[in-house]
């Protein structure tokens, strides 16, 4: 498993699960960290290991229309080079802003 934290978020990645989880408030300058090291793990992911990639978003403290727009690149991410990337454990509040904005499909929501 490798952690990395921004700005007071921390996103983990276990590349042998394909768990990818999000924990703490996701805003300004360690939003945009952590979704630049997110595509990272993501792209260098050998679907040999898991076929699946799981955003976790249980121990998110924030959930915001920038967080929406995360999850959404990884999922195109993923999506672009033939891995299938599944969301869980969103809050309702962020179900909310998907279903509002429109996305609630495409994230699985």
Known sequence: MITAS????????????GDLRLRGDLTGEGLLAIRDWGEKQI???NAAHASVIRIDLAELASASSQVLSLVLCWIRLGQASGKKITVTNASNKLRELAKVSGLDALLLL
């Open 6 to 17: 921004f700005n007071g978020a921390t996103v983990s990645w276990n590349s042998a699960t």
């Open 43 to 45: 792209a260098a992911h």
